[in-house]
Nanobody, 120 residues
Framework: QVRLVESGGGLVQAGGSLRLSCAAS????????MGWYRQAPGKQRELVAT???????NYADSVKGRFTISRDNTKNTEYLQMNSLKPDDTAVYYC??????????????WGQGTQVTVSS
């Protein structure tokens, strides 16, 4: 079974940095778009950044210039480098990936979530 496992969350002061990782494992034929989402208490889950298999990226306006999404296709892993963190970035961060486990089956997978807390 395909799984996404996240790591790298934690507590950091405002202005600090964190790097999140998300590794996909299991029967993977190909990994297409990957992305990061976040959900703060009392709010809906929102898109943070996405990246295509070819490396084209897209960011939420609130993180442009501060966050960088990247991926290593050889490892089926994506990363989110977060700099200049603000208290408003506090949330549970979820990784997402569109994965085909065979040429005929492609679906969305989600990580378990990792807490990022930014103190003021």
């Amino acid at each position: 079974q395909v799984r996404l496992v996240e790591s790298g969350g934690g507590l950091v002061q405002a202005g600090g940095s964190l790097r999140l990782s998300c590794a996909a494992s299991g029967p993977i034929f190909t990994t297409d778009d990957m992305g990061w989402y976040r959900q703060a208490p009392g709010k809906q889950r929102e898109l943070v950044a996405t990246i295509t298999r070819g490396g084209k990226t897209n960011y939420a306006d609130s993180v442009k210039g501060r966050f960088t999404i990247s991926r290593d296709n050889t490892k089926n892993t994506e990363y989110l480098q977060m700099n200049s963190l603000k208290p408003d970035d506090t949330a549970v961060y979820y990784c997402n990936a569109k994965i085909a486990s065979n040429p005929f089956a492609r679906r969305d997978y989600w990580g378990q979530g990792t807490q990022v807390t930014v103190s003021s």
